[in-house]
């Protein structure tokens, strides 16, 4: 049996701190608003627009984004300054094995300030 190593985290571009990434519990509301104002990409709108419906599953956001990895669609939002809350569930699975799966929401004041800010046009 072969042990693959991999190499120690290196500095870089992609790992440096850099002024634009700040830890979201530190954002002025200023700030997160700033952040959102760019386009959001069409992905981004349809999971918007499914989370201020009510709580989704992470099966179902994958379904309406039209992505397979619906967790880094709720990243990028999050990253724009939004605030998606997550819970973990259980589940039983078609075969009858225990799992747990993600339920994504929006708080209701975030509900209001994306409402505020009309960031899906309506």
């Known amino acids: 049996m072969e042990i693959i190593r991999t190499a120690p985290a290196q500095s870089g571009p992609d790992t440096q701190h850099k002024p634009g990434n700040i830890n979201n519990n530190t954002q002025t509301t200023e700030h997160s608003a700033s952040k959102i104002w760019r386009p959001l990409s069409p992905r981004q709108v349809r999971a918007l627009e499914t989370l201020l419906t009510g709580p989704c599953s992470r099966e179902k956001l994958d379904r309406v984004t039209g992505a397979s990895n619906?967790?880094?669609?709720?990243?990028?939002?999050?990253?724009?300054?939004?605030?998606?809350?997550?819970?973990?569930?259980?589940?039983?699975?078609?075969?009858?094995?225990?799992?747990?799966?993600?339920?994504?929401?929006?708080?209701d004041s975030e509900r209001q300030r994306i409402g505020s800010l009309k960031l899906l046009g309506g």
């Open 70 to 107: 619906g967790p880094n669609v709720i990243m990028q939002l999050r990253k724009r300054g939004i605030s998606i809350q997550c819970r973990m569930e259980g589940h039983i699975d078609r075969d009858g094995i225990a799992g747990r799966h993600g339920v994504y929401w929006l708080p």
